[in-house]
């Protein structure tokens, strides 16, 4: 099938974005670099700033950051330390100041060191989904947007803050409509494309996302209306983030045959799963509230969710992706399999980092749950 020409268009897009950037900087704005799909984007656009997404999904910044981390922790902290130490990445480097947040215990810590290289602002996320910790981070927010207005010079008023929301829903509802695109039969789109879609929605300009959304969505109705897709084993992938540099699972899944329907990660529905009903910061925080991220306690909810995408994205079985070392997500991932198995729905779990070191095995392991499910 040919390329869309919606990708293509992207990536000519995305070609341009880091001079775009580096242009709206020396006019002024504000860069805010974020890790976490908690930090509030539509509080940064308000005030006219600009949010870009940080994550380092390769293996090459690692080395650098073990000569001060820890070897035995994530690979995405670890990538991520390092594009920043080795001013590897030009979204670091642009980044006025990091938004950091207290999710997983290694990634809270390294943001002390990452404080040393670069201004930094943490949030504090709580780990329980109860009323008082919404009180905590009710408060954190409204605290987010104060540092906001004084780090910026801005004054976030009520328009430009209903302008930001309605821009961020738009995004959410398209991603939805990309995904009900993703639900047919035969599914219009690779989970090769639809990742680099996500991935890249981290670094451009809003604009420029609900572009891109839009073609892509008019390009895969087209070809759903004439009956065009890909088949395969429908997989649906649950679990760490896939940051951009990282694609290992889904190159692996598609090439052994399955095809990645749906993503239960932060470069999918968490991302963009619940709108903001409202206008006000408590109408943002209840949204980001509900992220269904393991480094909360009792996460019934994310379980749920899973069951809910397996049936939505009419997915064969689930890949449950864990980045090594990351124990939120593994902990939970017993969980999950353990009620999926009961469902009857088939689950393999896999851990790994950004080598290619496991790729042979972890694509033998993956051949025979393909063809078996
Ligand atoms: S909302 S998933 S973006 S915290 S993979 S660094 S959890 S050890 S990235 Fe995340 Fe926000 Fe949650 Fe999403 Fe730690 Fe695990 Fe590494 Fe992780």
Known sequence: MDELKSIKKLDEIFSKRKDQLYREKDEGKKVFGRFCVFVPTEIICAADAIPVGLCGGKESTIPSAEEDLPRNICPLIKSSYGFKKDKAC??????????????????????????????????????????????????????????????????????????????????RMLSHKLYELRSQIPTPITGKDALKIFQRSFLLDIKD???????????????????????????????????????????????????????????????FDNLVNGYTIDDLAERYFKINCASA????????????????????????????????????????????????????????DYSESDKEQIKTRLEAFVEMI
């Open 90 to 171: 030009p979204y670091f480097e642009a980044s006025d100041v990091i938004v950091g947040e207290t999710t997983c215990d290694g990634k809270k810590k390294m943001f002390e060191h990452m404080a040393e290289l670069s201004e930094m602002y943490v949030m504090h996320l709580p780990h329980f989904k109860d009323e008082r910790s919404y009180e905590l981070w009710l408060k954190e927010v409204y605290d987010f947007k104060d540092y906001v207005e004084k780090f910026t010079g801005n004054n976030i008023t009520e328009e430009k803050l209903k302008e930001a929301i309605d821009e961020e829903n738009e995004e």
């Open 209 to 271: 996302r609900l572009a891109i959304l839009k073609e892509v969505i008019s390009e895969l109705e087209e070809r759903v209306k004439n009956g065009e897709g890909y088949t395969g084993k429908r997989i649906l992938v649950a679990g760490c983030p896939m940051v951009a540099g990282n694609t290992k699972i889904v190159d692996i899944i598609e090439e052994v045959g399955g095809l990645v329907v749906g993503e239960e990660t932060c470069t999918g529905t968490r991302k």
């Open 297 to 352: 306690f009792k996460n019934d909810s994310r379980i749920e969710r899973i069951k809910e995408l397996v049936k939505e994205q009419n997915a064969d079985g689930v890949v449950y992706y864990t980045l090594q070392y990351c124990h939120t997500f593994n902990v939970e991932g017993a969980l999950i399999e353990k009620e999926l198995k009961n469902l009857g729905i088939p689950i393999i779990k896999i851990e790994t």
